[in-house]
């Protein structure tokens, strides 16, 4: 099979669909990879590595979406790279679809399969692919929310792990899964105050057991986060439903319950954001005000550090690339489950039940749409 790896083009977006060992591992298998000129450089992935591994390099992405096969991206295509898709042709990439209608139509209308990385599930029913970018962004939202406390930045000047004699920042994370631990692991580690509020009492009796009382746990209610809201610094949006947009847990009149320059990091905004006055921000300008709170709503936060999740989610994929490549798309997904429940567009047709849902659209079941 002849695989393509494009540059990604989306704001700020560094990262890389392939490394070169994984297309050492293709070309092992007896696949041919295109990699679009400059594709790793950004993250000390030169070409001539990739070359070395056994990649065809070639300059412009038109000729990747052209003779490809297998397109293997980090990010969503954007409208040009849609236009350039075809009927027979897979992309396996995140694509985020419930919150994004024109993306999806443009999809559909190309009639190609779209498997994507966030609705691939394993045995157990995690999300293999998504977890390493949820570990990145849930460490990175810490980073960036201490940094948007900053005076310089507009924040109130609070350090978030304090220092003796000056308490530190207060942290509600709202959300306990791989997000939420890794945003309360590095948030605990610079020694803030955290709280995580989760709705699954086995998860927060998890949480309890693995940091005890360092870490303060609470059942998530409107009442709870009303309660919290004037009292906390920084509050990280970490909710997620796999597929589905991710349910609004802060309202703009609940703003007002804030202390001005408090600082809100919507993690989820990916999938259309857990606050309602979120929307999409970039690495290039990442924050904005709203009632005098700060919103950090970067919608590829683990693009800032392309480098480590880069390698943190090409050595989740490339199994899976290499099973698409090996027995082709349509034997994969049925031979695989777990791939299957990635498949969101098939043919002109909606896979994944949940995006339908969210953008109301007709639904078919991945297995009836493979034949």
């Known amino acids: 099979m002849l695989i393509g790896v494009p540059r990604e083009i989306k704001n700020n977006e560094f990262r890389v669909g392939l490394t070169p060992a994984g297309v050492r591992e293709l070309a092992a298998n007896g696949h041919s990879v295109l990699v679009q000129q400059g594709a790793g450089e950004a993250i000390g992935l030169d070409d001539a590595r990739y070359q070395a591994a056994g990649a065809q390099i070639v300059a412009e992405a038109a000729?990747?979406?052209?003779?490809?096969?297998?397109?293997?991206?980090?990010?969503?295509?954007q409208p040009a790279e849609c236009a350039m898709l075809r009927p027979d042709q897979v992309l396996f990439a995140y694509l985020h679809l419930a919150p994004d209608l024109p993306q999806t139509r443009a999809l559909l209308a190309s009639g190609c399969t779209a498997i994507a990385y966030e609705t691939v599930t394993d045995g157990r029913g995690g999300l293999p692919l998504l977890a390493p970018m949820s570990e990145v962004a849930g460490r990175?939202?810490?980073?960036?929310?201490?940094?948007?406390?900053?005076?310089?930045?507009?924040?109130?000047?609070?350090?978030?792990?304090?220092?003796?004699?000056?308490r530190p920042g207060r942290v509600l994370i709202l959300g306990g899964g791989v997000v939420g631990i890794n945003a309360a692991r590095l948030a605990m580690g610079i020694g803030a105050q955290v709280t995580?509020?989760?709705?699954?009492?086995?998860?927060?009796?998890?949480?309890?057991?693995?940091?005890?009382?360092?870490?303060?746990?609470?059942?998530?209610?409107?009442?709870?986060?009303?309660?919290?809201?004037?009292?906390?610094?920084?509050?990280?949006?970490?909710?997620?439903v796999p597929g589905a947009p991710a349910p609004k847990l802060i309202c703009r009149a609940q703003l007002g319950l804030m202390r001005p320059g408090?600082?809100?990091?919507?993690?989820?905004?990916?999938?259309?954001?857990?606050f309602e006055t979120s929307h999409p921000t970039s690495h290039q300008a990442p924050t904005y005000e709203v009632d005098g709170i700060i919103h950090y709503c970067v919608a590829n936060m683990p693009g800032g550090v392309a480098r480590t999740s880069t390698f943190a989610l090409t050595h989740a994929t490339l199994p899976f690339v290499v099973a698409l490549a090996d027995k082709g798309a349509p034997q994969a997904l049925r031979d695989d489950a777990g791939l299957r429940n990635g498949l969101n567009i098939h043919a002109g047709k909606v896979t994944c039940h949940a995006v339908a849902r969210a953008l109301g659209l007709d639904y078919?079941?991945?297995?009836?749409?493979?034949?």
Request: glycine content about 12%; some cysteine.
């Open 63 to 77: 000729e990747v979406f052209a003779r490809a096969q297998l397109l293997v991206k980090v990010k969503e295509p």
């Open 140 to 166: 990175m939202a810490i980073q960036a929310g201490a940094h948007a406390l900053e005076s310089a930045q507009g924040g109130p000047g609070l350090l978030l792990g304090g220092v003796p004699g000056v």
């Open 196 to 240: 995580v509020m989760d709705r699954s009492l086995e998860r927060l009796k998890y949480l309890d057991e693995l940091y005890g009382p360092q870490l303060t746990t609470v059942y998530a209610t409107r009442d709870a986060i009303d309660e919290h809201l004037p009292h906390v610094d920084l509050v990280i949006g970490a909710v997620l």
């Open 262 to 274: 408090t600082v809100l990091v919507d993690v989820a905004i990916d999938q259309g954001g857990c």
């Open 364 to 371: 078919m079941p991945a297995l009836a749409a493979l034949g």
